[in-house]
């Protein structure tokens, strides 16, 4: 891979990131599900690349999710805060 293409994909992923915190805490303070976090992409983004984001940002500890269970069989929901 080319340095120029590393850095694009760096900038892109950053850009996500950003993008990710300030869903959840500026616009989204209550929480914001995996799902609301696809809306506030604009569903643009894949599922794997907001995955690696979120990682990233609980590694750099600035957020933090939660599994809610709402009381219905299924899964919990995960929901993401500032941290």
Not at 17 to 22: G, H, K, L, R, S
Not at 71 to 79: C, H, K, Q, S
């Amino acid at each position: 891979m080319k340095r120029l293409d590393i850095l694009r994909q760096q900038t892109h992923e950053s850009d996500i990131q950003t993008a990710i915190f300030d869903a959840i805490s500026r616009k989204y303070p209550l929480g914001l599900t995996r799902t609301g976090i696809s809306s506030a992409l604009n569903r643009n983004v894949s599922s794997d690349d907001i995955a690696d984001a979120l990682e990233r940002l609980i590694a750099a500890g600035k957020i933090r999710g939660v599994y809610q269970r709402n009381g219905r069989r299924g899964r919990p929901r995960e929901v993401w805060y500032k941290q």
